[in-house]
């Protein structure tokens, strides 16, 4: 199973995500939902990873690492909980949609910051992305 299986799976259970938050968050506060969704996520994972990874998994672990995986902690958990604001207040059709243009961010920033070569397919990807974001969210 390559990437792009794993890519896919991810996709398929982030549309899951996006209905069973929408689900979840009506009729209680949009920080609540996020605290009780992320928990699930802190249990679930560390359940995964003492089933299924190796002994010695973590030995590659240095203070780099810790930074830029707290760093992407803080910015899932502020993603997190305006996503759940906007679910709470907002159609899922419409909410989900425009979360996604972190697509088109990502295209654009893995160019800037970590030097990958922007292709023409990916950059009229990302416009396509934006395109279908703004008549989406119409």
């Not at 973590?58 to 707290?70: I, K, Q, Y």
């Not at 425009?98 to 292709?119: H, P, Q, Y």
Request: charge should be positive.
């Amino acid at each position: 199973m390559n990437w792009l299986f794993w890519a896919l799976l991810s996709a398929v259970f982030a549309a899951f995500t996006a209905i069973f938050a929408k689900l979840g968050v009506e009729g209680i506060d949009a920080n609540l939902a996020t605290a009780i969704r992320t928990s699930v996520v802190v249990v679930f994972t560390w359940l995964v990873f003492l089933l299924v990874s190796p002994a010695g998994s973590t030995a590659g672990l240095n203070s780099r690492t810790w930074f830029f995986l707290g760093a992407s902690g803080v910015a899932t958990a502020l993603s997190w909980l305006c996503y759940f604001h906007a679910l709470h207040i907002g159609e899922v059709s419409r909410v989900a949609p425009v979360d996604k243009l972190s697509v088109a961010l990502v295209i654009l920033m893995g160019a800037t910051f970590l030097g990958e070569r922007l292709t023409w397919g990916q950059g009229v990807g990302g416009l396509l992305i934006v395109g279908g974001v703004i008549l989406a969210a119409r």
